[in-house]
């Protein structure tokens, strides 16, 4: 069966969802939800994606995920890649671990449905039947969920949660609006395990998120339906998931790499014609590999480098660096990343 076109643009919302292959476990213990989390940060740093809830279930997860970028698919097939590959190399294992592809619900950008989606995700440990609330357990407890980061305040850089919080009537992100919010939650929580599931209007307001392919107003359906037309008109299969992926993934690195020359104040040219294993050329290939989905074949013949083993060695020299010209030229891409 072909694979319906996966539209995206520049501020694009999807309710992401992932199962194990034949449902089996996609995490095995805390070690492998950490790792899987550290991916997933990675993957956030490559592709500049905002992440506004987030849940890990012991044999699927959940996202609600936003891409300032285009770029949903190019960045999902390196963040499961990568997380398959780390998980069966820790487990010696081989083959797929994930479900086929990826379900991407498109979500529109209002507060309702950032209310709606939030909730459900933070109450999958409830309905699983993880967090028993009537036993005394808080759905805080439950560490494997962006719900923590909500009510204490720590949360990683690629977290926001400005808009659930407004969406949901909690107010700011400060003290008494993550009080508010963990005590609405914790309330939706106890609504689900008294009745045994959701209220009737809890439930029908989830059901509108297991089926379909997007979530708002018709309007909304209407315009990415026309987008998707567009997508298709005139164009093979192929050219979708092949060339046109490679030529976008080319563009954003391309972008990136000027980026790190004008903030470093270098000369393309002369780092280009330098010698191979020079240590701006690592430094280079470093910031690519972290910011950018291309592979290490195309740095190593964008940037001169030769052979695309020179690209992990150069990462690893990087990543080293302690002292000297390139940790200080480390510490100002950084600083211009998040500037």
């Not at 045994?196 to 359906?221: H, I, N, P, T």
Request: proline share 3%; hydrophobic share 35%; glycine share 10%.
């Amino acid at each position: 069966m072909p694979r319906k076109p996966r539209i995206e643009f520049p501020g694009a919302v999807y309710h992401v969802m992932s199962r194990g292959d034949h449902g089996e476990l996609i995490f095995r213990d805390e070690p492998d939800r950490i790792r899987f989390l550290e991916t997933f940060e990675e993957a956030c740093e490559k592709t500049g994606w905002r992440v506004h809830a987030y849940v890990l279930m012991p044999n699927h997860y959940h996202l609600l995920l936003e891409t300032p970028q285009a770029n949903l698919v190019v960045g999902m097939k390196w963040f499961q890649g990568t997380y398959t590959q780390r998980f069966n190399s820790r487990h010696r294992l081989r083959g797929h671990l994930l479900q086929g592809r990826y379900k991407a619900v498109m979500v529109e950008s209002e507060d309702d449905y950032f209310a709606v989606l939030s909730t459900y995700i933070h109450l999958n440990p409830v309905r699983a039947r993880l967090v028993k609330v009537r036993s005394g357990e808080k759905l805080r407890s439950f560490r494997w969920s962006s719900f923590p980061a909500y009510v204490t305040g720590r949360r990683p850089k690629w977290l926001e949660v400005e808009r659930v919080l407004s969406a949901t009537g909690a107010g700011e992100d400060n003290g008494p609006g993550r009080r508010r919010y963990a005590a609405y939650l914790e309330s939706r929580a106890i609504e689900v395990e008294l009745k045994g599931r959701a209220s009737k209007g809890l439930e029908a307001e989830w059901r509108k998120l297991r089926r379909g392919w997007c979530l708002g107003e018709d309007s909304f359906r209407d315009q990415l339906l026309e987008g998707m037309g567009q997508v298709l008109r005139g164009k093979r299969r192929d050219s979708l998931d092949g060339e046109g992926v490679r030529a976008r993934r080319g563009r954003e690195a391309d972008g990136q790499l000027q980026r790190a020359l004008k903030a470093l104040g270098w000369s393309e040219g002369e780092v280009v014609a330098g010698r191979k294993g020079t240590a701006r050329k690592q430094l280079l290939a470093w910031w690519l590999r972290s910011r950018t989905v291309v592979g290490r074949r195309w740095i190593a013949e964008r940037l001169g480098m030769g052979h695309d083993s020179r690209v992990t060695w150069a990462v690893d020299a990087v990543r080293r660096a302690k002292s000297g010209d390139v940790a200080r030229w480390r510490k100002r891409l950084e600083r211009a990343w998040n500037e």
